[in-house]
């Protein structure tokens, strides 16, 4: 791997910036979950451990946000805690990046401006917990996450559990298909749905081991497709909630939003709210669970690609 020049709209630590001029591998990390996905200070343990299980892997973390408008490729712990615990931090998807630069906030990344900014750093690996795709009942709201856009036209290979269970998952994969991203399941036949192994869609390319993904995802870039790698990581079946378990569960918390009349950005964040009130917390073992495991992997995807 060649190290990309870093991008003078970005702070990026010594770290990072060594690691990616010394052609090394580097994950890149979302910030939203640490400030809009997970209650504090579960946020913040989850954030450190995750950064620890990539340098257990032999990469480098790389947690992405914007902080007082500047946006940050790498953040230490008192960033971290300050992501989970101020009550003004953004969440920011692409479209709010030129935003909340300009005004000098405070910026949680979501998937797509994650993306985005790993790719300008040079990065091309990075982990999340879940993918946002096409929300239930699109074809009236035209609700689609901008995640799928921005795999559309950004060469960063996207390790997640799959795409959310509480959005629409085979149209989720139609809109992939149409947009020319690869799809890649690790190790199963059948595409995964974020708290479940199982989501009744079938695995659209299955690889089994870091080495095969990286290599799809090496060949995708050197065909000259400038698009992402969506490659799912099914959460460890030791942690999983089982599908027909979760899905009454969504159900109830989906009428639940509707009778408040969430909408727009504020749904996701309400919906895996709401899914952990419903279960007593499993719902938040099981998240924080696949983080770690997909952190692992992510990592190895890494080190194979930089190799």
């Known amino acids: 791997m060649t190290a990309v020049p870093i991008h003078p709209m970005l702070t990026v630590t010594d770290e990072v910036a060594t690691a990616l001029r010394e052609g090394r591998p580097v994950v890149a990390l979302e910030s939203t979950i640490i400030s809009h996905g997970m209650p504090y200070p579960d946020n913040v343990a989850m954030a450190l451990e995750v950064e620890s299980v990539v340098r257990a892997g032999g990469a480098v973390p790389a947690t992405?946000?914007?902080?007082?408008?500047?946006?940050?490729?790498?953040?230490?712990?008192?960033?971290?805690?300050?992501?989970?615990?101020?009550?003004?931090?953004?969440?920011?998807?692409?479209?709010?990046?030129?935003?909340?630069?300009?005004?000098?906030?405070?910026?949680?990344?979501?998937?797509a401006a994650t993306m985005r900014l790993a790719a300008m750093a040079g990065i091309e690996v990075f982990v999340t917990g879940g993918l946002g795709g096409v929300h239930r009942g699109a074809e009236t709201s035209m609700d689609l996450s901008a995640d799928l856009t921005e795999l559309?036209?950004?060469?960063?290979?996207?390790?997640?559990?799959?795409?959310?269970?509480?959005?629409?998952?085979?149209?989720?994969?139609?809109?992939?298909?149409?947009?020319?991203?690869?799809?890649?399941?690790?190790?199963?036949?059948?595409?995964?749905?974020?708290?479940?192994?199982?989501?009744?869609?079938?695995?659209?390319?299955?690889?089994?081991?870091?080495a095969q993904a990286a290599a799809v995802a090496r060949a995708t870039w050197d065909l000259g497709l400038d698009c992402g790698v969506a490659l799912a990581h099914p959460v460890p079946a030791e942690d999983e909630i089982p599908a027909e378990e979760i899905g009454v569960v969504i159900e109830q918390a989906l009428a639940d939003m509707d009778a408040l009349g969430i909408t727009g950005k504020a749904t996701t964040p309400y919906l895996l709210g709401r899914i952990v009130e419903l279960?007593?917390?499993?719902?938040?073992?099981?998240?924080?669970?696949?983080?770690?495991?997909?952190?692992?992997?992510?990592?190895?995807?890494?080190?194979?690609?930089?190799?």
Do not use: C, Q, W
């Not at 997640?160 to 991203?181: C, F, H, N, P, R």
């Open 152 to 210: 559309s036209r950004t060469p960063v290979a996207v390790i997640s559990a799959g795409v959310k269970s509480i959005l629409d998952i085979g149209l989720t994969l139609e809109v992939l298909e149409t947009l020319g991203v690869p799809v890649l399941v690790e190790g199963s036949d059948e595409f995964p749905s974020f708290y479940s192994r199982s989501s009744g869609f079938a695995a659209p390319m299955r690889v089994d081991g870091a």
């Open 279 to 307: 279960t007593g917390g499993s719902s938040l073992a099981t998240n924080i669970a696949l983080v770690r495991a997909n952190a692992a992997y992510g990592a190895a995807v890494a080190v194979a690609l930089a190799g």
């Open 64 to 111: 992405i946000a914007v902080l007082d408008g500047r946006p940050r490729v790498g953040l230490g712990a008192e960033d971290l805690e300050l992501l989970a615990s101020h009550p003004d931090v953004v969440k920011a998807s692409v479209r709010d990046l030129p935003y909340v630069a300009a005004r000098g906030l405070h910026g949680a990344t979501t998937v």
